[in-house]
Structures are given as structure tokens and as C-alpha cells.
């Protein structure tokens, strides 16, 4: 008696299981083969981008454990992710500036990691030469110059409110290169990063 209702509470979970936002098995398996037949069955946002797909999706595969599953595209955009510009899961375009503020944000987060327009082009489920074009148009500048005036203001700040060496901070910034560091450091704010943290230290002490 107990047995077959233990099965019975088995069947009734294995039968609801699509109704249930969670990675099952079958899932992450469409979800890798871009299956098409998956499609309006579920849809998956990956977090650490904040876009979200439908399994026929051809964008890099995504790590598991970044993955959230949902049952409805209404879902995900509640939950604040983006729709992705490659396989339109609310079959509509994402406008521009709205999938230019999705690629800003992710370097505003990541800057200290390996960026460069292949990478963005592939985390934000587009072409690079799109990218790069569509990112000028709204912003006025390119995603590496953007990447660089993040990097260059952390910097900045690192420079005032630690002690950190020349060479940490550049690591620090996602500029290993502490030379290059330095050059693009000079050219921005027309000190290098010696000069600019000595001069700010002198003005805060005057103005004591
Ligand atoms: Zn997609």
C-alpha cells in the first residue's frame, strides 16, 4: 500500500516535471543541441548575462549552473532578463539601445576579465561587426573604448583610495600589461598613473 503510493507520488512528480521551472535532464539537453522541438516548452535565461533564449538557440552554450529555466517568456521578463537578439524569444526585436544597455552593463561588471569584441559578441548573442557598429551608433564610442574608460576610471580610483602598486592595479583592471597600462593611463588623463596618484595626494593635503 505504502509502496504504491510512494509510486504514485513518483508518477505525479515525473508527469508535472514540465510544469516545473527546473533543469531537468532533457532540458539541458535541448538546451545544448539547439532543439528546436523544445521550442515554447521553456526558455532559459543565463544569469551571469541576463539574456534569455529559446533551446533552438544558437549562441554559445552556456554553463549549467549559470542557467535558470523558464516556462514562459513572460517569466523571464519579469524576473528582469533581456531577450536575446539572435533567436528573439518573445519573437520580437530587441531595440537597439535596450541590447546595448544589457552589453554595457555586463562590462561595467566584468571589466576585469578578458574582454574583447569576439567575447561580448558571443555573451550577447550577436555578431561582432553588429556589435561593434550598433554599440557606436548609440554610445558614440566603440565597446573596446568603452571597456577601456571602465577600466581606466577603476584604475583611477585605485590609485586614490589605495596603496596598491602600478602593477597590481593594472592586473587589477583587466589591463595586465602594466606598461600598455600606463601609456593608455597617460593618454587618458595626461599624468601617468605615478604623477595622478602624487598630485592627488598633494591637493587633498592642501586642502586640509
Ligand atoms: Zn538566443
Not at 30 to 49: C, H, L, Q, R, S
Not at 79 to 87: E, I, L, M, S, V
Amino acid at each position: 500500500m505504502e509502496d504504491k503510493k510512494n509510486s504514485d507520488i513518483q508518477r505525479g512528480r515525473l508527469e508535472n516535471i514540465s510544469n516545473v521551472e527546473i533543469m531537468t535532464d532533457e532540458r539541458w539537453k535541448a538546451i545544448i543541441n539547439n532543439d528546436a522541438t523544445y521550442n515554447n516548452k521553456f526558455f532559459y535565461g543565463v544569469e551571469t548575462t541576463g539574456i534569455f533564449c529559446k533551446p533552438s538557440c544558437k549562441s554559445r552554450a552556456p554553463k549549467k549552473e549559470n542557467v535558470r529555466i523558464f516556462l514562459t517568456a513572460e517569466q523571464a521578463l519579469n524576473r528582469n532578463f533581456r531577450p536575446c537578439k539572435r533567436c528573439k524569444p518573445t519573437n520580437e526585436n530587441l531595440p537597439d539601445n535596450e541590447w546595448i544597455t544589457l552589453v554595457t552593463e555586463y562590462i561595467d561588471k566584468n571589466f576585469t576579465e578578458k574582454l574583447n569584441l569576439e567575447s561580448l559578441g558571443a555573451i550577447a548573442h550577436g555578431s561582432p561587426f553588429h556589435l561593434h557598429r550598433t554599440f557606436k551608433k548609440i554610445k558614440g564610442i566603440t565597446p573596446t573604448e568603452y571597456t577601456q574608460h571602465v577600466r581606466l576610471n577603476a584604475a583611477r580610483k585605485y590609485l586614490i583610495e589605495t596603496d596598491k602598486s602600478i602593477t597590481d592595479i593594472s592586473i587589477c583592471v583587466g589591463i595586465p600589461n602594466s606598461t600598455y597600462f600606463i601609456t593608455l593611463f597617460k593618454n587618458k588623463f595626461g599624468h601617468t598613473p605615478i604623477q595622478y596618484r602624487k598630485l592627488h595626494r598633494l591637493m587633498d593635503k592642501e586642502e586640509e
